[in-house]
């Protein structure tokens, strides 16, 4: 399978072509941005010409981008006001949080990427009719502007009533609209489970976040070598090569003591043996 990592490795940290510079030597071929501000501020020219430049000349290719989580460069921590969802009832606020979301896909216009990953809501948010209107609202209006852009939106799989592998393919029922997805493993095994969510998601999978927990927490651990993990990475791996051809493997991580862009390299290899 392609070997891919997401930047939310080191998310915390200013996105440097330094760091995309060690992750090619690491040997891995191509790479998803996360576009936290603190990490890569899609509002930053200045940064975004930077590293435009150094991957036009480098062999490591941007595979897609997340979109991105909240407005401020804290995490959401300055508040509420800073949570970016396409599921917010206002439009008036939607519209501000679907032009957030657009300055992330204008990265496009100077990287070239072929992928964005899209959440439906927030962690824990429960189901209602409002929330999937509002999403349809957003996801039409985002869907047409990545595509001027040579960019296909995928919908991913959260902890949410919204969004797991049923809810995901019932939205697509109800909305008609033509997507594709992201298979998250880690949020799989949180809710009906990884086998389970596979078979629902398969024919759609177009990319995959790959990640360990213990079943309740979304802790992004790193399979096979973080301690606390409870997914069964050989029933999994054996899942995803049976599509092999539809999505890379892509490691969507969080930093953790001792763990090196070495070790994440050679885990892509420990993966693929089992």
């Known amino acids: 399978m392609h070997h891919v990592l997401s930047t939310h490795l080191f998310v915390g940290h200013r996105l440097t072509v330094a760091q995309l510079d060690k992750v090619q030597r690491a040997g891995i071929p191509a790479v998803e941005i996360f576009c936290a501000r603190q990490h890569l501020d899609y509002r930053d020219r200045a940064q975004i010409a930077e590293l435009g430049h150094w991957f036009r000349d480098s062999d490591l290719k941007l595979h897609s981008i997340h979109a991105p989580m909240y407005s401020d460069e804290i995490w959401g921590r300055s508040g509420p006001h800073s949570v970016i969802t396409i599921t917010e009832p206002v439009k008036g606020r939607r519209l501000e949080m679907v032009d957030e979301i657009k300055r992330a896909l204008e990265i496009a216009e100077t990287i070239p990427f072929k992928y964005m990953v899209q959440h439906i809501g927030v962690s824990g948010e429960e189901f ?56 998250d493993a880690g949020h799989a095994n949180i809710g009906e489970g990884v086998e389970a969510a596979f078979n629902v998601m398969k024919d759609r999978i177009r990319s995959t976040h790959i990640h360990d927990n213990d079943g309740k927490a979304d802790q992004h651990l790193f399979p096979l070598l973080a301690e606390g993990g409870s997914i069964d990475w050989k029933k999994t791996m054996d899942l995803l090569r049976t599509r092999a051809d539809q ?28």
């Open 247 to 274: 999505y890379p493997l892509l490691l969507e991580l969080k930093e953790a003591p001792g763990f090196t862009l070495a070790t994440t390299a050679e885990l892509f290899d420990r993966l693929e043996d089992l």
């Open 128 to 183: 209602s009719e409002r929330a999937v209107d509002a999403a349809f609202s957003a996801l039409e209006q985002i869907s047409l502007f990545a595509r001027q852009r040579g960019v296909e939106v995928l919908l991913e799989n959260i902890p949410n009533a919204l969004s797991s592998a049923e809810r995901l393919m019932v939205f697509l029922e109800l909305t008609r609209l033509d997507l594709n997805f992201v298979f």
